[in-house]
Nanobody
Framework: QVQLVESGGGLVQAGGSLRLSCAAS????????MAWFRQAPGKEREFVAS????????SYADSVKGRFTISRDNAKNMMYLQMNSLKPDDTAVYYC?????????????WGQGTHVTVSS
């Protein structure tokens, strides 16, 4: 089992950047594939990006490709999402997720979420 805690959300102007972090508990972080999802107000939760156990494979939603970068540091039990060129449409609660299957489509574990607001 793994517990996940997100941080790094906040308010940013359009065109700005934010870096989200996800801290994982336990000694088995490197055995999980990881992902970021987001849920905008009034919308369903959607996939943002995922990264394989070793970090060797990544995938992105078309809406964030070229602007967001997912990464992980297995030695620190951490995952990150670098978000650049932010748009108001990126406003959402961002969730960290973990699963033993790749791609991470229906995660077994979720964090509590961190809010990101992008003002125009």
């Amino acid at each position: 089992q793994v517990q996940l805690v997100e941080s790094g959300g906040g308010l940013v102007q359009a065109g700005g950047s934010l870096r989200l972090s996800c801290a994982a508990s336990g000694r088995t972080f490197s055995s999980y594939h990881m992902a970021w999802f987001r849920q905008a107000p009034g919308k369903e939760r959607e996939f943002v990006a995922s990264i394989s156990r070793s970090g060797g494979m990544t995938s992105y939603a078309d809406s964030v490709k070229g602007r967001f970068t997912i990464s992980r540091d297995n030695a620190k039990n951490m995952m990150y999402l670098q978000m650049n060129s932010l748009k108001p449409d990126d406003t959402a609660v961002y969730y960290c997720a973990a699963d033993r299957r790749y791609p991470v489509l229906t995660p077994d574990y979720w964090g509590q979420g961190t809010h990101v607001t992008v003002s125009s």
